[in-house]
């Protein structure tokens, strides 16, 4: 397979900086479109000159996740990505030295060629944009399927996002085509509360304000029905929950670190009805969701492009992963033979 575009993902952070713990050496990278230039033997469905969008989950299609309609939590999928290798068992390369690299979720897209396994690509369209389809891959998946797939949200039905990251905002975008009012976004940086308001929030607000949740409250008739939280701190969470109503539901998209733990009054999960949901890979079925995401972004009905900020090079990468560490970022996208000079698109 040869990279075509791979974009940064605060779950590549989390690889880099300690807090999400993979067999090393790994190389990074699970955002990504590629171009199909081998096929081994066997493969079937796919043709040499193919582009296809990565999915982070392998999906072998017969453990009982999967034959329940989850495989985004395939078992052995799951299992593989933990070992850092292929579905199929093992690693597919190694460095100058002869040392085996390990795979990062079955993809390891900051690299020019690599080797992946047929149950971790979709097939799209070859005249979509690669800086555009790499985003499909993770943010798109994981943002609007949280919406559509895990919360099911309705027309008219409220909705706040708290966490304005590549993943958020591609909620937030999933609220709007899904019909949400009001769509709330909460975040702690000036210019993405901006942001979401071009992107169609009704309404946005600083995340360190003292009167968030009694604001929230009061502007959706004592608190939204679903609270999207995409950050992944516990304390974002248990925010988010406290500004749920009374059987109101709370999706979780966020992966905090392994040692952390959250903190809520239980007895309101009784009480009250409200749900609390994990939500990985937006609950998506990559082969269904990723042709009718991007049928939706074709129709103008999920401006996607307008998540991409940065278009990088490779030489770019680790100044890329600086800025995202910062906060300076929505999505960046590394563009393989592209420049040597990073640019944004605003």
């Known amino acids: 397979m040869r990279t075509l575009a791979?974009?940064?993902?605060?779950?590549?952070?989390?690889?880099?900086?300690?807090?999400?713990?993979?067999?090393?050496?790994?190389?990074?990278?699970?955002?990504?479109?590629?171009?199909?230039?081998?096929?081994?033997?066997?493969?079937?469905?796919?043709?040499?000159?193919?582009?296809?969008?990565?999915?982070?989950?392998?999906?072998?299609?017969?453990?009982?996740?999967?034959?329940?309609?989850?495989?985004?939590?395939?078992?052995?999928?799951?299992?593989?990505?933990?070992?850092g290798e292929l579905m199929e068992g093992g690693s597919r390369w190694k460095d100058a030295s002869g040392q085996p690299l390990q795979h990062h979720l079955g993809v390891s897209a900051f690299a020019e060629f690599v080797v992946a396994s047929s149950r971790s690509v979709v097939k799209v369209d070859n005249d979509l944009p690669p800086e555009i389809a790499a985003l499909f891959g993770c943010?798109?998946?994981?943002?609007?399927?949280?919406?559509?797939?895990?919360?099911?949200?309705?027309?008219?039905?409220?909705?706040?996002?708290?966490?304005?990251?590549?993943?958020?905002?591609?909620?937030?975008?999933?609220?709007?085509?899904?019909?949400?009012?009001?769509?709330?976004?909460?975040?702690?940086?000036q210019e993405k509360l901006a942001l979401a308001l071009e992107l169609g929030a009704h309404y946005a607000f600083d995340a360190r304000s003292e009167s968030l949740v009694k604001d929230l409250r009061q502007i959706t008739q004592d608190g939204v029905q679903y609270a999207i939280e995409s950050v992944g701190n516990e304390a974002v969470l248990a925010q988010a929950y406290s500004a749920t109503r009374r059987g109101g539901t709370t999706v979780s998209v966020g992966l905090p670190a392994?040692?952390?733990?959250?903190?809520?009054?239980?007895?309101?999960?009784v009480a009250e009805e409200r749900t609390i949901r994990g939500s990985y890979m937006g609950s998506s079925v990559p082969s269904r969701d990723l042709p009718r995401f991007i049928a939706l972004y074709r129709a103008g009905l999920l401006p996607v492009d307008r998540l991409l900020t940065h278009r990088l090079s490779f030489e770019d990468l680790n100044d890329g992963f600086d800025r995202l560490a910062r906060g300076e970022a929505i999505r960046q996208v590394v563009i393989f033979d592209s420049p040597s000079a990073a640019r944004s698109t605003r």
């Open 6 to 83: 791979a974009g940064l993902c605060h779950s590549d952070l989390s690889v880099i900086d300690g807090s999400r713990p993979r067999p090393l050496p790994m190389v990074l990278g699970h955002e990504a479109v590629g171009e199909i230039v081998e096929l081994g033997e066997g493969v079937a469905g796919f043709a040499i000159g193919d582009r296809v969008v990565f999915s982070f989950v392998p999906i072998c299609g017969h453990c009982e996740p999967c034959a329940t309609g989850r495989p985004a939590l395939c078992e052995p999928g799951a299992s593989a990505n933990a070992a």
């Open 139 to 189: 943010a798109v998946l994981t943002g609007v399927g949280a919406v559509v797939n895990t919360a099911k949200v309705s027309p008219g039905e409220s909705i706040a996002i708290f966490g304005l990251g590549g993943v958020g905002l591609a909620s937030l975008l999933g609220s709007r085509c899904s019909g949400a009012y009001p769509v709330i976004a909460v975040d702690v940086n």
């Open 258 to 269: 392994p040692d952390k733990r959250l903190n809520i009054p239980s007895v309101s999960l």
